[in-house]
């Protein structure tokens, strides 16, 4: 048989079948991964989607600090009972601003794609704190840390410039208030309110999260992340295929 | 471990160790603000350590031109130790989470010791620490045998083994501390991808220049795999970790790509670091400490060019079948379902391959424990390639997705196949490197043995029926048309299924510990230089080599 035969010769040579390895291998991925770039239509347009601020931002770090993608997934799949469950099926344009995605692969606890605006802030801070306050038969671990540890918001803006640089629509006033944009947030009474709201837009939530205006902590950034989740856009809502989608 | 290397080799092995040490002080000046400054001092440290084990034997006698006869064992031996080191702390963290995941307050009250932080040190020092060693120290035996020719010098082997080890050590350090890129089985960060590249290199150098040397026209089926891992891993790993750090003077950074590009990308790699460090490069252990511990040559010649082959081709197009229903296009999803089905082909033919090879064997299969180890695992490796492509169709995905099935299926694997293969390889490993008669205890062979797969069935159907009900749970509708349980309820039920898969991880970890135990008293009994077999030489023009038979 010829092809065992060529194989009897390529086996005689190490770069050959090195080579042969890699060519093999790589068509694969190059017929999945390369067009996914190219065809419009793996993404769809949402020209009024809105990025992080530099609080949520702050607030998604932690969440991958915190490993919270290992339980918890940011995908409603186009199912029946994932629809009905957590809301209108995940887009593709909901992340393409999510350097990674976390769109996860395990649901220990439910999916947060849409848990923005679910619950208040008060009951986040109580669920995090301790989720068996609020969750009786919870076994999610308990964050107390969150509410100690101050954010840091030194880098805020190094973070902001590195996302511009990936193509996130950060603009450079942006990022040069990112430090006071994230304190300002969470700081209803601060001066640089109005910053926040003229650079992320009007419906930013702006408010002590915590429901401590004077310090800024790790609580208030992920409660401003979880409370923006699948909120970015409302590519969802106008999707001419969701009639009939369930709520929550 | 110093006075096998030349004067020369010493030398160099100062500076890089030197340099490695600075890099890791200039890592800690500019990271001062940032956890980076705290892993700078783990790189310092970490080579400060290596060079005062240098600088111990550095005027010991250099070796003389003897050990041009015998093949460089020196790394494989302390490569099989942290490999086993590696399992050992790995398997404990990951009962520890297990036991959890049952009874969420069993922990302290501080950051680095929540669930979220600690699974992934199970995961990393699970497969590249246990895994990754065993794997560097059974390809550094097996390239050297069938090539019937020794490493050619003594420095990179060990270049490899202890810049690997860095390599995981930053990994399982930065996970407490909070540096992590939260990309699945790729979490380490940008400095520690861009050091594990200069340590693959090499890798794949020493490898290629092992093979040069060879004395055999012909390159064993083993050492194909061992290409394929360390060729593919390559690959997958650069085009996985593109990202852009924040600055020169922080642990974070951003990947390039984003959202469904970017789950895309990370899929591909997941799943092919299955293919090809869990499957490619253990294929390799299994073609050469199979047969010969089965003292059986392999069934099929091509069979294993089938195989190999399919293996390389089709995994490669698999990765999407972890996107089912998701946002990425659904021609995506269809490609990776089909290639995941046509993939059970070459899987079967390769544990088809191993089982009928141990044909005219099996008495020996009964006796004795260490190819009973293997014999097992290729049985799961079987079973856990026929789970795998029926949990690739779109219908039964919808039901098994984001459940625990789908650990399940990876422990079916990682225990079953990975961990059982590796474990067979190591006790047939043990007794050539210490030049030993036999291993210390083969009664405790067998304890482990039981162990072994007693856990490992005790984990995989509890963690089938939890995934199974949870999935089930998940999309029961009441008669009048509404879901029929909460999501809290799915977490309630699953509370006797996680006391019984944390028992079964029990059971796996003791099997680990009894193992470690009794390879540590084989190296403690003494040499048995009838051991020292004629056969076990490479073939060489130096003098005082007596010329090899033919190998096995």
Known sequence: MSIFGAHYNLERHSIGLAVAVVAVASIGGLFEIAPLFTIDETVESAPNMRVYTPLELAGRNIYIREGCYACHSQMIRTLRDDVERYGHYSLAVESQYDHPMLWGSKRTGPDLARVGGKYSDQWHVAHLDNPRHVVPKSIMPSYTWLLRNEQKTDDLGDQLRALQRLGVPYTDDMIAHAAEDASAQANPNSEDVSGVSDRYGKDTNIRAFDNDPHKLTEMDALVAYLQILGKLTDAAEKDPNSAGAGHD | MVSTLTKNERHFAFIISVAVAICGLVMAAAGRNDLLG??????????????????????????????????????IKVGVILAMSWAVFAMFV????????AYPTLTFDEPWASFGRLRPIHTTGIIFGFGGNALIATSFHVMQRTSRARMPDQLSPWFVLIGYNLFCVLAVTGYPLGITQSKEYAEPEWYADIWLVIVWVTYLALYLRTLARRQEPHIYVANWYFLAFILVVAVLHIVNNLALPISLSSAKSFPIFSGVQDAMTQWWYGHNAVAFFLTAGFLGMMYYYLPTRAQRPIFSYRLSIISFWGITFLYMWAGSHHLHYTALPQWVQTLGMSFSLMLLVPSWASAGNALLTLNGAWHRVRDDATLRFMMVAAVFYGVSTFEGSFLAIRPVNSLSHYTDWT????????????????????YSLVPILWKRERIYSPALVEVHFWLALAGTLIYVFAMWNSGI??????????????????????????????????????????????????????IRTPINVARELATDRPVTEHAGAPAAEPAE
Request: net charge negative.
């Open chain 2, 469 to 522: 009900v949870q999935g089930l749970m998940w999309r029961t509708y009441t008669a009048s048309g509404t879901l029929a349980y909460s999501f809290m309820d799915s977490v309630v039920a699953m509370h006797p299924y996680y006391i019984a898969r944390a028992i079964g991880g029990l059971l796996f970890f003791v099997g680990t510990v009894v193992g470690f135990y009794n390879i540590w008293m084989t």
């Open chain 2, 407 to 426: 650990i399940g299926h990876v422990h079916a694997g990682a225990l079953g196949w990975v961990a059982l293969i590796t474990f067979g390889a190591i």
């Open chain 2, 38 to 75: 705290t892993h700078g001092f783990v790189v310092f440290f970490f080579a400060l350590g290596v060079t005062f084990i240098l600088a111990r034997g550095y005027y010991d006698p250099e070796p003389g031109a003897e050990r041009f006869a015998a093949y460089y064992d020196e790394p």
């Open chain 2, 94 to 101: 990951g009962d520890w989470v297990a036991w959890l995941l």
